[in-house]
């Protein structure tokens, strides 16, 4: 089975978002586990285990409670990586968000983004698969980078008119409304931003469309050398999440759903490297952590959206995959 994976360059904005706190690369190198030589290798990518735990540990190290914010505004001036190059040849902000739809794998595999357009307000939002929420300063920062960049490509009448997350509101969200200048939502189905619809036609400043083309191309080709995605993997992931809340489907349940028998599908897992419970359990791992973010339920309700018949048996399981408890887990994350 192939493993979600993020770029190292998701890891790096952490990481130089965390410098402006005294905290050093090599210590949060050695906290996370990974080489911090891999910061300046731009092809690199890290399991998305080791994404989730970058920002959701390293915004706690740092007793930032707008770690997020601060870091996109910090870094919107310096180009990401290619995606950025090639979002920034236009033609149009339509040119460059859909650029940014069609290379989003470059930065996560699971990363789901989309942009709708109804009544005249263009929607563009985030959701990582498999999670219920997002870790928020992740959230922020994707979100505020958007914002952020949008403005340098079309100029400041780029504005938003509604700003949503999918995490429960911080303490403070005076440093959301200085940024953003809008209504601010929270515990959204997504994290993006909403404008008018008329924006999308706005000319980006600079864009040169022979150089796009070479972007692209490159673009592409990054693309393609990514490995393929498990799909059987990913529907079954799919299916158990949709039919949660509350029962879990069994793996006969499964199998019917995906129009396959029990032992293929069995067989099948197999050959991924993994099991129907292995997939179980790390749907309902990715679950509880979006949950816990979300601040809005309390452990018992949570462990039964998960499919457990009694709390203990779901504080165990979560012991196992974090080595704490949900509501001291919880507790540090909002901290």
């Known amino acids: 089975m192939t493993p979600s994976t993020a770029c190292i360059k998701a890891i790096r904005s952490c990481v130089l978002g965390a410098a402006r706190f005294g905290v050093a690369p090599d210590e949060l190198a050695r906290r996370l586990e990974f080489d911090p030589a891999l910061l300046v290798d731009p092809h690199v990518r890290v399991p998305h285990a080791l994404f989730l735990r970058a920002w959701e540990e390293v915004p706690a190290l740092c007793g930032a409670p707008s770690f ?51 009544d005249g307000q263009a929607r563009l939002q985030l959701r990582l698969r498999g999670t219920a929420c997002a870790p928020r300063h992740f959230a922020e920062y994707a979100v505020t980078t958007w914002f ?76 393609a050398r990514l490995p393929a995605r498990d799909d059987l993997v990913h529907r079954v992931k799919t299916h158990v999440v949709r039919a949660l809340p509350g029962e879990l489907p069994s793996l006969e349940a499964t199998a019917k759903a995906l129009a396959t028998s029990t032992r293929t599908l069995q067989r099948a897992l197999q050959a991924e490297g993994t099991t129907y419970q292995a997939l179980v359990d790390e749907v309902r791992r990715d679950l509880s952590f979006g949950y816990l973010r979300e601040g809005q339920r309390t452990v018992s309700e949570i462990a039964f959206l998960l499919g457990f018949t009694e709390v203990a048996t779901f504080t165990r399981a979560f012991r196992r995959w974090t080595g704490s408890v949900p509501s001291v887990w919880r507790q540090r994350e909002g901290s």
Do not use: K, N, W
């Open 148 to 223: 952020l960049r949008a403005r340098a490509l079309v100029g400041p009448t780029f504005a938003a008119r509604r700003v949503g997350f999918q995490h429960g509101p911080p303490a403070d969200i005076e440093p959301h409304r200085r940024i953003f200048g809008a209504p601010l939502a929270f515990r959204e189905v997504g994290s993006g931003l909403e404008f008018r619809a008329e924006l999308l036609e706005a000319p980006v400043r600079g864009a040169d469309p022979s150089l796009a083309a070479l972007l692209e191309r490159h673009a592409d080709e990054l693309l």
């Open 68 to 118: 997020g914010l601060g870091a996109a505004e910090l870094l919107c001036d310096a180009p990401f990586d290619v995606v950025d190059y090639v979002c920034a040849q236009g033609p149009t902000l339509r040119q460059a968000i859909e650029r940014m739809l069609r290379y989003q794998r470059l930065h996560h595999d699971d990363a789901e983004l989309t942009l709708t357009i109804a």
